[in-house]
């Protein structure tokens, strides 16, 4: 019993440091830079662009969210990126991302659920709401939808799985009929085809 504090003292005490290494290695610069300067390429030409990326920046993705909710990005920074989608609830200003680091498959996730007006679970929708485990319960939720291989929300994200994953929220949102509508449905109605079953949207060859 004389051991019990100090042990657990020490154990969390590395706990907070792997958690400290960890949250900075989420937040990481891209080792190096693509040659090409993607504020240069048209909106096809940026699609194209993060196909090939190793790892893709928080600018990048927002870059991406932005084509995927309105088809054409049309800002010119990153501040207006990140201002059109904080205003519109599908990024967070908690989150405190910064432009050149490395963005984590939960964020992205996070942002397509919004997009895509998928509500997800129990769990997703009344825990995500409040930010607690927001990323990691949007990550599960298109994992189950078939949308993203099996991963973690704090896992990088390659180029080429969010452009796999931008063609199936484009195939999922066509579906659902959101861009035909700017009707907000909160309800598992709109995920659902007229016999009840989910929709999935097919695999991207």
Known sequence: MGYTQPLRTTTLACLAIGLALLAGA??????????????TLSDEGFANYVAQLDVVTVDE??????????????????????AALESRGIARPEWNL???NVIDTGSVAFMVCKICQIPGGVNMHVFGSWGLGDRRYATRELIYREMLDESVDYQYLRGSDLH???????TLMMEKGIYESEKVDLS????????GNLIVPPPVK
């Open 61 to 82: 993705a927002y870059r991406a969210m932005l084509l995927l909710a309105d088809g054409e990005d049309g800002r010119k920074s990153f501040e207006e990126r990140k």
């Open 26 to 39: 989420c937040a990481a610069p891209r080792a190096e830079n693509p040659k090409v300067d993607p504020d």
């Open 164 to 170: 796999t994953l931008l063609r199936k929220a484009d």
């Open 98 to 100: 910064q432009p050149d």
């Open 188 to 195: 598992d109605e709109g995920d659902r085809d007229e016999r």
